[in-house]
């Protein structure tokens, strides 16, 4: 099977600051191209879309840098300063620059305001990653995923692709109130989701017995194949497991699926969602 890693980062602390890594051994280090290729070696993965770790625009610029040089990255979701004024000038900059850069994001679950995706300033923001042709990527947890939905409601016209599935508390239990907010995303037809991430929700030492085909298939059921995306959030995802144990969890997880809906989660959905190759 062709896949498309629909979410993967690159970084390197030497050049840039990631305080959210800082102290972390597995992380604080840098992850790069060469690291990539070694990574997804013989797992099927022939092209992949890096996403921003930095909410910065020196490190977009850089993911543009490095996708154009590089012949299995085939897409960029990058970071813009949604509520500054020159924001429609930046995206303007970066679609005229590079055919890679398909998204934007921005990490809402870091906010203090869990409601600042709704805020009238982030709205016109994400108005105008939608004028510019491009996705925007909703990285949230269940306390920001009211105001995602609110922000999806008023932009129908915009594609949202849901990181992580809103990150569930695998590790805690988490279900109910998890799968409410979800469904509630997920009623929207403009909205996809990534299948990816899960394994650092749930116990790093003990994922494998923490029931995360489950949660896959909640997602598969709520948004169907056709808007479910595979990622393995490399190298995040070596905080619980290798690049290869991803993948062979998310395909023993979509086993029962026919091979179009497989097709769809491991490819379709991504090259559609983010236009990869248009």
Not at 188 to 205: D, M
Not at 256 to 261: K, W
Request: proline share 4%; hydrophobic share 45%.
């Amino acid at each position: 099977m062709r896949i498309v890693d629909a979410h993967h980062h690159l970084w390197d602390p030497r050049v840039r600051e990631y305080p959210w890594m800082a102290g972390n051994e597995v992380l604080n280090r840098p992850r790069v191209v060469d690291d990539l290729r070694a990574a997804i070696a013989g797992t099927g993965v022939t092209g992949t879309v890096v996403v921003q770790a930095a909410s910065t625009d020196e490190e977009t610029d850089w993911l543009v840098e490095l996708a154009e040089s590089t012949p299995e990255i085939v897409g960029v979701v990058g970071w813009v300063a949604l509520e500054a004024g020159g924001v429609g000038d930046r995206l303007a900059e970066l679609v005229g620059r590079s055919g890679f850069v398909r998204g934007i994001r921005h990490p809402a679950q870091d906010e203090a305001d869990h409601d600042w995706l709704a805020r009238p300033s982030v709205v016109k923001g994400v108005r105008a990653v939608g004028d510019a042709g491009l996705v925007y990527d909703l990285l949230i947890k269940r306390p920001e995923s009211a105001a995602a939905e609110t922000l999806v409601r008023a932009l129908p016209d915009v594609q949202f692709v849901v990181d992580h599935a809103a990150k569930p508390g695998i590790a805690e239990g988490e279900w109910e109130q998890w799968h409410t907010a979800l469904a509630a995303l997920a009623a929207h037809e403009n909205v996809t989701c990534k299948v990816s991430g899960l394994v650092t929700e749930a116990s790093h030492t003990g994922w494998r017995e923490q029931g995360i085909p489950r949660y896959i298939e909640a997602v598969l059921e709520l948004f169907g194949a056709d808007r479910c995306m595979f990622g393995s959030d490399w190298p995040v995802s070596l905080l619980a497991a290798t690049y290869g144990e991803v993948v062979d969890l998310a395909r023993s997880a979509t086993a029962s699926l026919s091979e179009g809906e497989r097709d769809a989660v491991f490819g379709g959905t991504a090259a559609r969602a983010y236009g990869l190759g248009a």
